[in-house]
C-alpha cells in the first residue's frame, strides 16, 4: 500500500520566491495535516483539514503561508514569498479517524538561500 | 513552554545497554503516543497508552503511562544500533483537542 507521498522531496530555492510543496494522503483518511519540523522549534502543527476542510490553522506563523486541500486526494502548502527562516523540513501526515493515529510522508527539505 | 517535556534530549550508548526516557506534562492526557523518527524519514508510530497506569511492550521496548495520565516512559532492553532515531511523545489533551507532539528525545546506539 501507498503511503503518504510528499514532493519534492528536496527544494532549494531564492528569498522571495514562491514555494509550492505537494502531499497525496492515504486513500480513505479523512484527516490531513501539515507540520514543520526545526532542531529548534521541533515538530510544529502549521494547519490541519478534516473531510477537506480546514479545521485549525492557528499554527500557520503567517500570511505568507496559505494550504488548500481541493480534493480528498491532493494538498498544496505554499509559501510566498518565502523567507531563509522558512528553511525546514515540512511533514505530511494522514489519520483516517481525526488525529490520534497520524501517517507520515517522508517529508520536503526545504532550504531558503 | 513546551506542554510535553521529554528527557534526556540527547542519550548515546552502547549496544546491549539499557535506557528508559520521559515524557512529563503538567496536564491531564487523555492518551499518549511514542513516534521513532529515523534520520531522514518522518516519525512512525510505535504505541498508543490510553489508560492510565497501562503497560504496554512491543518487542524490547516498554511503554508505560503514569497513573494520572499526566507522563509516560519508554524503557528499551539491550539496544541494538537499529534503535537509533529521535522518539517522540505525543497525545491530545482531550479527544477532541489536535495532537501536539513533545521534542524529542535523540538515541544513538553506539555498535
Known amino acids: 500500500d501507498a503511503g503518504v507521498i510528499q514532493s519534492p522531496r528536496h527544494e532549494v530555492t531564492e528569498m522571495g520566491q514562491e514555494v509550492t510543496l505537494r502531499c497525496k494522503p492515504i486513500?480513505?483518511?479523512?484527516?490531513l495535516f501539515w507540520y514543520r519540523q526545526t532542531m529548534m522549534r521541533g515538530l510544529e502543527l502549521l494547519i490541519y483539514f478534516n473531510n477537506n476542510v480546514p479545521i485549525d490553522d492557528s499554527g500557520m506563523p503567517e500570511d505568507r503561508f496559505s494550504a488548500k486541500m481541493p480534493n480528498a486526494s491532493f494538498s498544496t502548502l505554499k509559501i510566498q514569498p518565502s523567507e531563509p527562516r522558512d528553511s525546514a523540513v515540512y511533514f505530511c501526515?494522514?489519520?483516517?479517524?481525526?488525529?490520534?493515529?497520524?501517517?507520515f510522508g517522508p517529508g520536503t527539505r526545504l532550504l531558503v538561500l | 513552554t513546551q506542554l510535553l517535556e521529554q528527557s534526556p534530549q540527547f542519550l548515546s550508548i552502547q549496544e546491549g545497554e539499557n535506557l528508559t526516557v520521559y515524557c512529563n506534562s503538567s496536564?491531564?492526557?487523555?492518551?499518549l503516543q511514542w513516534y521513532r523518527q529515523e534520520p531522514g524519514e518522518g516519525p512512525v508510530l510505535l504505541v498508543t497508552v490510553v489508560t492510565g497506569g497501562e503497560v504496554k511492550k512491543l518487542k524490547r521496548l516498554t511503554f508505560q503511562f503514569g497513573d494520572a495520565r499526566k507522563d509516560s516512559s519508554l524503557h528499551i532492553t539491550a539496544a541494538q544500533p537499529g534503535d537509533t532515531g529521535l522518539y517522540l511523545c505525543a497525545g491530545p489533551k482531550t479527544s477532541y483537542d489536535k495532537v501536539i507532539f513533545g521534542p524529542g528525545t535523540s538515541l544513538s546506539v553506539i555498535p
Open positions: 501526515a494522514s489519520s483516517p479517524s481525526g488525529g490520534e493515529t497520524q501517517y
Open positions: 486513500s480513505g483518511h479523512n484527516s
Open positions: 496536564s491531564v492526557f487523555s492518551s
